[in-house]
C-alpha cells in the first residue's frame, strides 16, 4: 500500500524560499518516477518537477526551472523540493506524486497519468 505523505508548506514573502518533503511508504525498492503538482485556485494543475529514483534523472517545467530543486534522500525514503526565489504567481496548493512502470524520459510528460498522490501542502507567497 503506498502512501505519500507532503509537509513543509506555509507562507512566505517573495523572494523567500521553502522546503517541501514527501515521505514515500509502500513500495520504495523499485525504481519510480516521483513528482510534485501544484493547482492554484481557478487555475489547472500542472506538474513541475519530478525525479527518476533509478537514475536520479531530474526534470522541471519551464515556469520553475532555476528556482526550485527536487532531491530524495534514500536512506529516509523522502523527496523534496526546494522553492527559491518565490513569486506570488507559486502559490498553489503543492501535491506530492509517484508511480511506477515509466522510464526517466517520460517521467515529466507523463505525470498527470501518474495513480498516486499525497493529500497536499499549501504555499502562499505574498
Known amino acids: 500500500h503506498v502512501q505519500l505523505v507532503e509537509s513543509g508548506g506555509g507562507s512566505v514573502q517573495a523572494g523567500g524560499s521553502l522546503r517541501l518533503s514527501c515521505s514515500l511508504s509502500?513500495?520504495?525498492?523499485?525504481?519510480?518516477?516521483m513528482g510534485w503538482y501544484r493547482q492554484a485556485p481557478g487555475k489547472e494543475r500542472e506538474g513541475i518537477a519530478v525525479i527518476y529514483t533509478g537514475t536520479e534523472t531530474t526534470a522541471y517545467r519551464g515556469s520553475v526551472k532555476g528556482r526550485f530543486n527536487i532531491s530524495r534522500d534514500n536512506a529516509k525514503e523522502t523527496v523534496y523540493l526546494q522553492l527559491n526565489s518565490l513569486r506570488p504567481e507559486d502559490t498553489a496548493m503543492y501535491y506530492c506524486?509517484?508511480?511506477?512502470?515509466?522510464?526517466?524520459?517520460?517521467?515529466?510528460?507523463?505525470?498527470?497519468?501518474?495513480?498516486?498522490w499525497g493529500q497536499g501542502t499549501q504555499v502562499t507567497v505574498s
Open positions: 506524486v509517484a508511480d511506477w512502470g515509466r522510464n526517466a524520459p517520460n517521467c515529466l510528460a507523463q505525470i498527470s497519468d501518474y495513480n498516486y
Open positions: 509502500g513500495n520504495t525498492k523499485d525504481s519510480a518516477c
